[in-house]
T-cell receptor
């Protein structure tokens, strides 16, 4: 069983739409959670961390449900520039430093005009 | 440019040849990671270093793969006797990795070294 499971999509939405991505993780002891964004043929970059209480950064909202081992990312008012692959990422190491990060396969989003 | 740099960006080789990739992390970062990514998949962990110590290796890292970080700065990843299944993007990343300093938990990736094995 994979550590992180994501629906690969693709999601094709019009500008202005709201879109939600989900992922599940298998290790109940997982410590920290992230969403990374990867543009086509580029390296992954951190989009946002995911906190237990949920957190928001502009048009992006991340939620964590530890009981269900489920992470979500909501994008409101989609922009053309949001087109990318969104990677769900989990860290199982304790402490403030990162060890091995487990990446999902990514969910591809295309926003059309 | 003070980001993570990788070299070469592209490598085409014949099956059975050896290849070596180099990664220069962000200078103040203690941790250095190697990942491999194939089309349609997320990055898969290979190994990581804390300074010069290799702390963890994935089972993906067969005995044909070896990584070093001799002085705790740059790192090399060597693949011996390459196979067509080794064709992938090899990503290097670095992070602060110092529990005494606030760590945002962010990995900073290089642009990757794309390997094609013919």
């Amino acid at each position: 069983r994979k550590e992180v499971e994501q629906d690969p999509g693709p999601f094709n939405v019009p500008e202005g739409a709201t879109v939600a991505f989900n992922c599940t993780y298998s290790n109940s002891a997982s410590q920290s959670f992230f969403w990374y964004r990867q543009d086509c043929r580029k390296e992954p970059k951190l989009l946002m961390s995911v906190y237990s209480s949920g957190n928001e950064d502009g048009r992006f909202t991340a939620q964590l449900n530890r009981a269900s081992q489920y992470i979500s990312l909501l994008i409101r008012d989609s922009k053309l520039s949001d087109s990318a692959t969104y990677l769900c990422v989990v860290n199982n190491d304790r402490g403030s430093t990162l060890g091995r990060l487990y990446f999902g396969r990514g969910t591809q989003l295309t926003v059309w005009p | 440019d003070t980001g993570v740099s990788q070299d070469p960006r592209h490598k085409i080789t014949k099956r059975g040849q050896n290849v070596t990739f180099r990664c220069d992390p962000i200078s103040e970062h203690n941790r250095l990671y190697w990942y491999r990514q194939t089309l349609g998949q997320g990055p898969e962990f290979l190994t990581y270093f804390q300074n010069e110590a290799q702390l963890e290796k994935s089972r993906l890292l067969s005995d044909r793969f070896s990584a070093e970080r001799p002085k705790g700065s740059f790192s090399t990843l060597e693949i011996q006797r390459t196979e067509q299944g080794d064709s992938a993007m090899y990503l290097c990343a670095s992070s602060l990795g110092d529990s005494a300093i606030s760590d945002t938990g962010e990995l900073f990736f290089g642009e990757g070294s794309r390997l094609t094995v013919l």
